[in-house]
Nanobody
């Protein structure tokens, strides 16, 4: 199983980025989550989407700014990030859950991508 996250970069505060997570050799029925880790901080749950894209969940700090979606035909999950803030700066990881159900718990995720850096300047 391979997860490839991409789309990170450097953006000014208030700007937008769209992250992509392409999954290979894994079932499109698994829930997929996005996590982030800033320097010297714990890995933090950001957003997740269930197997058919009908349900999503977000950490409070990104609600109204970030949107998670998925294209099952391409086995790809997206994280649209708008109104970015400097505190959003982190390495962002996508992960495939062990089941189709939404979860915010890192240990419920079996496969992890390599991460993509997002840097928001003030």
């Amino acid at each position: 199983v391979q997860l490839q996250a991409s789309g990170g970069g450097l953006v000014q505060a208030g700007g937008s980025l769209r992250l992509s997570c392409a999954a290979r050799r894994t079932s499109s029925n698994n829930a997929v989550g996005w996590f982030r880790q800033a320097p010297d901080k714990e890995r933090e749950f950001v957003a997740a989407i269930n197997w058919n894209g009908g349900s999503t969940t977000y950490v409070d700090s990104v609600k109204g700014r970030f949107t998670v979606s998925r294209d099952r035909t391409k086995n790809t999950v997206f994280l649209q990030m708008n109104s970015l803030k400097p505190e959003d700066t982190a390495v962002y990881y996508c992960a495939a859950a062990r089941s189709s159900m939404l979860t915010v718990i890192p240990s419920d995720y079996r496969y992890w991508g390599q991460g993509t850096q997002v840097t928001v300047s003030s």
